[in-house]
């Protein structure tokens, strides 16, 4: 069946520096993928989509790239914040149209 | 501002007492989802609409149910909430299949 793995752990990285998020997928080929962000006690915020034919996004600060031969997607923060601090989901169609499959996500905690 | 609203923010049920949780969405989505998400865990789709059209995920208990009475509004009822059912409960729209979900915040449900 199709997985999504992000990681588990919280990444804790200081201001100004560069945080790099991992989303890594299995049996499956998606056309996109989405990264959402997600703040304590409220609803995922979409920030970017990228297809499979699009190497890299980028969107301000935030860079997605999707290696679709390795089946991953990074999520790059630069010059990151205290306010960067949230939870990073990403999500692939599966299941059917109309519907994502989401990753649990990761916690990013961005020290001053 | 366009957007997804949800209806309490928090919600205390008595086991076994029935609960509503709202849905609203001012963006004229043709669908809406309705999703379960524990802590630390990634959102679970439990059913979603295109218009008025149901679809259930295979999963989701016979315990929830669901109602769209028009395009704006999305309800979901739990008729016998176990304590298994707390969770938040997270409404989002979208377009369509492959274009980002905008979430309501959210209602967290108790059951005491």
């Known amino acids: 069946s199709q997985k999504i793995e992000q990681n588990s752990e919280a990444l804790n990285i200081q201001e100004g520096k560069t945080a790099t998020l991992t989303c890594n997928y299995t049996?499956?080929?998606?056309?996109?993928l989405q990264w959402y962000r997600q703040d304590p006690g409220r609803g995922p915020v979409f920030l970017l989509l990228?297809?499979?034919?699009?190497k890299e996004k980028r969107k301000e600060r935030l860079k997605v790239t999707f290696d679709t031969t390795l089946k991953q997607s990074l999520f790059h923060i630069t010059a990151s914040q205290p306010a960067d601090s949230a939870t990073y989901l990403c999500?692939?169609?599966?299941?059917?149209?109309?519907?994502?499959?989401f990753g649990a996500g990761t916690r990013l905690a961005v020290h001053p | 501002d366009a957007m997804v609203i949800q209806n309490p923010r928090y919600q205390v049920t008595q086991f076994g007492k029935p609960v509503t949780l709202s849905c609203s969405q001012t963006?004229?989505?043709?669908?809406m989802y309705w999703y379960q998400q524990k802590s630390s865990q990634a959102p679970k789709l439990l059913f979603h609409?295109?218009?008025?059209?149901?679809?259930n995920e295979a999963d989701t208990p016979d315990n929830f149910q669901s109602r769209r009475p028009n395009t704006s509004f999305c309800f979901l009822d739990i008729r016998s909430p176990g304590l298994g059912d707390a969770a938040m409960y997270l409404c989002?729209?979208?377009?369509?299949?492959?274009?980002?979900?905008?979430f309501g915040d959210g209602t967290r449900l108790s059951i005491l």
């Open positions: 989002a729209t979208s377009s369509s299949g492959d274009q980002p979900q905008h």
């Open positions: 049996n499956y080929s998606p056309a996109y």
């Open positions: 990228i297809r499979e034919n699009e």
């Open positions: 999500a692939l169609p599966g299941g059917g149209y109309n519907k994502l499959i």
């Open positions: 963006l004229n989505h043709n669908v």
């Open positions: 609409y295109y218009d008025k059209d149901f679809n």
